[in-house]
């Protein structure tokens, strides 16, 4: 019986996957997962069996981001479906490996959680990346995460959006979790990001396993930065860029930016400031993997959304 | 010490992308051959993206690191199907802004870098060279956004691997921390003083300027720590300390903390007090560096002015 009026049940999570490597040169979680796949020990919970996964092995082996395409962006139903077998882009068929493995996306079948480790090159700090606004079960564990690491932070990012969503390699599980720690740059292995990234997933498997144990988690309210609008970096009519992320900009990932706040320098030196209409949350600001995704950064909106409570069916 | 004079000093080049992924450089020379920069009062630049296709591709290098490719050796290797891209364009280079050792060569090299380390900003050089020495001590008096150094690596001329060995005299400009891939606006802002300043001393020098003598402290480079590693697989197994990372230059001590391994044991540093520099530079993973060490020496140069006529 429920405490709570309005309390949703999910299955238990049995089924728990952790990919690294989604990206092959973001080294904490291509560490981690290398580590966990010697020895699981440090993943294993009662009741669960979480599976460690390097989800894009060749572009790990050339410490490169991909080899073909975005395997991070491959997971359209188009994507998953297509014929061709070997004459598909690595990805893709790599996508598809993944989905028979981990799903099919969609159907009772597939995995109950995937946590995808990556890093960024722009000042996140922790970040949980969320998809759905509606996934009760990934608001109460986030809410969790949050509290345990206090006075620690963990910010969410909401990435629901007609426009902006992408298909993710985690989108294959029931609820997929992201996780983006930053900043590192790319091919390098920070000792402190390796460690708060090490520390999230702690917390995030131990919620799994009081949750299979039969804990209610009373409603809670979830502050997000949920995403809005992607910005570009000026470009020339060749489209070579003609202006950097300004200074006061680099590294604020997460503060306001208002309405007429520096934005951009050119090369030269003269500042393009933020034309928009009110005050709007930067984050991805500078991240080298979006030069040619045309993302300078992305701004969101800060907003609370309430997670009703949640307990095992 | 005695006065020197020398030649004047006519024909710069500014070299960027000689690693495609460290961005200063390149935006630095993009937007240099956009403004069409050729000229500055008595000194000709030419501006040289090196590595156009790592550029393109945004990588450090295609097939080799191209600057290690500047030796003699390789410089005059035959060149067939089978030789790796940068071997032919360091050859390229070496026709276009050379041949090293020659008259013929520009008379100043600066190749632009940027390195994942928290280095600030360094020039790099190899032998004793009083011109590298009087623009640094120029640079460090004027520029105050970032610590300026000097690093000298004891290799001599006819064994220099890299670009800037090409010219008469030559230096690496090398900035950071910046991610592969990333240009940052402080980054670009300094690399592009530096430059600036090197071209303004030049003017002043061509013009019959004497810059007084003196001294400096420079880094000489004394030996390089890999990463501790799995025997068997070659993986590395700890990262670089949490208190060591960020802390390039600062003096490293026997028994100060220099990795943490993944299990979580903390391995320290055993030998002599010694400068770290290149602090989990990205790109020397491969080549089994997690960092560099240093001794802090004294260089005295003369005073020096153009020779005139």
Not at chain 2, 46 to 67: E, F, G, K
Not at chain 2, 94 to 108: I, M, T
């Amino acid at each position: 019986m429920s405490a709570y009026k309005n309390s949703v049940c999910f299955n238990e999570a049995r089924r728990v996957a952790i990919f690294g490597g989604t990206h092959g040169n973001e080294m904490s979680g291509v560490t981690l997962v290398n580590l966990w796949v010697k020895n699981s020990a440090e993943i294993q919970r009662k009741g669960v069996e979480t599976k460690p996964f390097i989800a894009n092995p060749k572009a790990v082996e050339k410490c490169t981001r991909y080899v073909d395409t975005d395997l991070n962006r491959a997971f359209s139903p188009e994507n998953l479906s297509a014929p061709g077998g070997d004459d598909l882009p690595y990805e893709v068929q790599r996508a598809q490996e993944i989905n028979r493995i981990f799903g099919p996306k969609g159907s009772p079948e597939a995995y109950d959680v995937i946590f995808d480790l990556h890093n960024t090159t722009s000042n996140m700090g922790c970040t949980l990346i969320l998809e759905s606004s509606k996934d009760h079960f990934n608001l109460q564990m986030m809410n969790y995460i949050k509290k345990a690491i206090t006075p620690a932070s963990c910010l969410v990012l909401l990435n629901e959006h007609p426009l902006l969503k992408y298909s993710t390699s985690r989108s294959v599980a029931k609820h997929p979790v992201g996780l983006e720690v930053g900043p590192q740059p790319q091919g390098v292995l920070r000792s402190n990001i390796f460690e708060a990234m090490r520390v999230i997933l702690k917390h995030a498997l131990d919620f799994i396993e009081l949750f299979n144990e039969g804990m209610e988690f009373p409603p809670c309210t979830v502050e997000v930065f949920w995403v809005s609008e992607r910005i570009d970096y000026p470009r020339d009519a060749n489209g070579n860029i003609i202006a950097m992320v300004h200074p006061n900009l680099q590294d604020c990932d997460w503060e306001p930016l208002n309405p007429g706040d520096p934005m951009f320098q050119t090369f030269d030196g003269k500042t393009i400031h933020y034309q928009g209409s009110g005050t709007v949350y930067p984050t991805f600001i500078n991240e080298a993997a979006y030069y040619e995704k045309q993302q300078a950064f992305v701004t969101t909106r800060r907003e609370t959304l309430v997670a009703s409570a949640i307990r095992k069916a | 010490m005695e006065h020197v004079s020398l030649p004047p000093l006519s024909r710069v080049a500014i070299c960027g992308g000689t690693h495609g992924n460290e961005m200063s450089g390149v935006y630095l020379v993009r937007e240099m051959q956009k403004q069409k920069v050729d000229q500055a009062g008595s000194v000709s630049i030419t501006t040289v993206l090196s590595n156009p296709r790592a550029v393109d591709a945004c990588r450090r290098y295609t097939d080799t690191d191209l600057n290690r490719c500047f030796t003699k050796g390789l410089l005059s290797a035959p060149i067939t199907d089978s030789t790796p891209y940068e071997l032919k364009r360091a050859q390229e280079l070496n026709s276009q802004l050379g041949p090293k050792g020659s008259k013929e060569a520009v008379d100043l090299l600066c190749d632009v870098h940027n390195t994942t380390a928290n280095m600030g900003l360094c020039l790099i050089f190899y032998s004793i060279d009083w011109i590298t020495l009087h623009i640094y001590k120029y640079i460090q008096s004027k520029m105050t956004s970032t610590p300026v150094r000097v690093i000298q690596l004891d290799i001599p001329i006819s064994e220099a691997y890299s670009l800037e060995s090409v010219g008469k005299h030559g230096f690496a400009i090398e900035v950071g921390p910046q991610p592969n891939g990333v240009l940052r606006a402080d980054i670009f802002n300094m690399v592009k003083e530096a430059v600036d300043l090197t071209i303004e001393w030049l003017q002043g020098f061509n013009s019959g300027s004497t810059f007084e003598g003196g001294e400096v402290e420079a880094y000489n480079l004394v030996k390089s720590v890999d990463y501790p590693r799995d025997p068997t697989s070659n993986e590395i197994t700890a990262a670089i300390h949490p208190q060591l990372q960020d802390n390039d230059f600062k003096l490293l001590r026997p028994g100060d903390p220099m990795f943490q391994s993944f299990s979580g044991e903390m391995v320290e540093y055993e030998g002599e007090e010694l400068y770290p520099f290149f602090v989990n530079e990205c790109a020397y993973y491969e080549k089994k560096i997690a960092f560099h060490l240093a001794k802090k020496i004294t260089l005295t140069f003369p005073p020096i002015s153009v020779k005139k006529d």
